[in-house]
Nanobody, 126 residues
Framework: QVQLVESGGGLVQAGGSLRLSCAAS????????MGWFRQSPGKEREFVAG????????AYADSVKGRFTISRDSAKNAVYLQMDSLKPEDTAVYYC???????????????????WGQGTQVTVSS
Protein backbone atom coordinates (compact mmCIF):
# COMPACT_ATOMS: atom_id res chain seq x y z
CA GLN A 1 0.00 0.00 0.00
CA VAL A 2 1.43 3.35 -1.06
CA GLN A 3 1.44 6.00 1.63
CA LEU A 4 2.62 9.58 1.87
CA VAL A 5 2.87 10.76 5.46
CA GLU A 6 3.43 14.41 6.28
CA SER A 7 4.91 15.69 9.53
CA GLY A 8 6.32 18.88 10.97
CA GLY A 9 3.22 21.02 11.10
CA GLY A 10 2.24 23.03 14.14
CA LEU A 11 1.62 26.46 15.60
CA VAL A 12 4.15 29.21 14.98
CA GLN A 13 4.21 32.98 15.32
CA ALA A 14 4.33 35.21 12.28
CA GLY A 15 7.89 35.55 11.07
CA GLY A 16 8.81 32.09 12.32
CA SER A 17 9.82 28.95 10.46
CA LEU A 18 8.67 25.38 10.08
CA ARG A 19 10.02 22.43 8.11
CA LEU A 20 7.53 19.96 6.73
CA SER A 21 8.56 16.44 5.83
CA CYS A 22 6.82 13.87 3.66
CA ALA A 23 7.89 10.25 3.87
CA ALA A 24 6.74 7.87 1.16
CA SER A 25 6.36 4.13 1.55
CA UNK A 26 5.03 1.25 -0.51
CA UNK A 27 6.91 2.23 -3.66
CA UNK A 28 9.77 4.44 -4.68
CA UNK A 29 9.29 7.97 -5.95
CA UNK A 30 12.98 8.56 -6.52
CA UNK A 31 12.37 9.34 -10.20
CA UNK A 32 8.95 10.99 -9.86
CA UNK A 33 7.87 14.58 -9.53
CA MET A 34 6.66 15.57 -6.07
CA GLY A 35 5.00 18.64 -4.65
CA TRP A 36 3.23 20.44 -1.84
CA PHE A 37 -0.28 21.89 -1.86
CA ARG A 38 -2.33 23.59 0.84
CA GLN A 39 -5.96 24.20 1.65
CA SER A 40 -7.52 26.75 3.97
CA PRO A 41 -11.11 26.57 5.27
CA GLY A 42 -13.53 27.67 2.59
CA LYS A 43 -10.86 27.74 -0.10
CA GLU A 44 -9.82 25.35 -2.82
CA ARG A 45 -6.61 23.38 -2.60
CA GLU A 46 -3.77 25.43 -4.06
CA PHE A 47 -0.29 24.71 -5.33
CA VAL A 48 2.60 25.69 -3.07
CA ALA A 49 5.77 24.14 -4.51
CA GLY A 50 6.90 21.36 -6.81
CA UNK A 51 10.20 19.66 -7.59
CA UNK A 52 11.30 17.72 -10.64
CA UNK A 53 12.31 14.10 -10.56
CA UNK A 54 16.01 14.79 -10.02
CA UNK A 55 15.66 17.63 -7.54
CA UNK A 56 17.45 20.04 -9.85
CA UNK A 57 14.46 22.22 -10.70
CA UNK A 58 11.56 23.57 -8.69
CA ALA A 59 8.49 25.77 -9.02
CA TYR A 60 6.71 27.95 -6.48
CA ALA A 61 3.46 29.80 -6.09
CA ASP A 62 4.00 33.54 -6.24
CA SER A 63 2.71 33.88 -2.69
CA VAL A 64 5.57 31.80 -1.26
CA LYS A 65 8.48 32.63 -3.57
CA GLY A 66 11.55 33.69 -1.64
CA ARG A 67 10.13 32.32 1.64
CA PHE A 68 9.60 28.59 1.01
CA THR A 69 12.08 26.03 -0.30
CA ILE A 70 11.24 22.55 -1.54
CA SER A 71 13.85 19.81 -1.53
CA ARG A 72 13.97 16.05 -1.83
CA ASP A 73 16.05 13.13 -0.67
CA SER A 74 15.55 10.32 -3.14
CA ALA A 75 17.53 7.90 -1.03
CA LYS A 76 15.03 8.42 1.78
CA ASN A 77 12.04 8.57 -0.58
CA ALA A 78 11.14 11.91 0.97
CA VAL A 79 10.34 15.50 0.11
CA TYR A 80 10.60 18.53 2.37
CA LEU A 81 9.23 22.07 2.56
CA GLN A 82 11.24 24.66 4.47
CA MET A 83 8.94 27.55 5.32
CA ASP A 84 10.48 30.80 6.54
CA SER A 85 9.04 34.24 7.26
CA LEU A 86 5.66 32.68 7.82
CA LYS A 87 2.55 34.83 7.60
CA PRO A 88 -0.94 34.31 9.04
CA GLU A 89 -2.21 33.78 5.49
CA ASP A 90 0.01 30.69 5.26
CA THR A 91 -2.30 28.98 7.75
CA ALA A 92 -3.66 25.86 6.07
CA VAL A 93 -3.52 22.10 5.90
CA TYR A 94 -0.46 21.20 3.84
CA TYR A 95 -0.51 18.14 1.60
CA CYS A 96 2.32 16.21 0.03
CA UNK A 97 1.75 14.84 -3.48
CA UNK A 98 3.59 12.54 -5.88
CA UNK A 99 3.21 11.28 -9.42
CA UNK A 100 3.29 7.59 -10.26
CA UNK A 101 5.32 8.13 -13.44
CA UNK A 102 9.02 8.70 -13.86
CA UNK A 103 10.96 11.80 -14.84
CA UNK A 104 9.16 15.05 -15.65
CA UNK A 105 9.35 18.68 -14.65
CA UNK A 106 8.04 20.35 -11.52
CA UNK A 107 4.27 20.67 -11.89
CA UNK A 108 1.80 23.16 -10.42
CA UNK A 109 -1.41 21.41 -11.41
CA UNK A 110 -3.04 19.05 -8.93
CA UNK A 111 -3.98 16.80 -11.86
CA UNK A 112 -0.28 16.05 -12.34
CA UNK A 113 -0.23 14.09 -9.09
CA UNK A 114 -2.02 10.87 -8.27
CA UNK A 115 -0.79 10.12 -4.75
CA TRP A 116 -1.66 12.37 -1.83
CA GLY A 117 -0.93 12.44 1.87
CA GLN A 118 -3.45 13.08 4.62
CA GLY A 119 -2.13 16.54 5.38
CA THR A 120 -0.54 18.36 8.30
CA GLN A 121 -1.94 21.51 9.91
CA VAL A 122 0.13 24.68 9.88
CA THR A 123 -1.18 27.58 11.94
CA VAL A 124 0.56 30.96 11.93
CA SER A 125 -0.50 33.39 14.63
CA SER A 126 -0.22 37.16 14.23
Amino acid sequence: QVQLVESGGGLVQAGGSLRLSCAASGRTFSRSIMGWFRQSPGKEREFVAGVNWSGTSSAYADSVKGRFTISRDSAKNAVYLQMDSLKPEDTAVYYCAANSGVYGSAAASASSYNYWGQGTQVTVSS
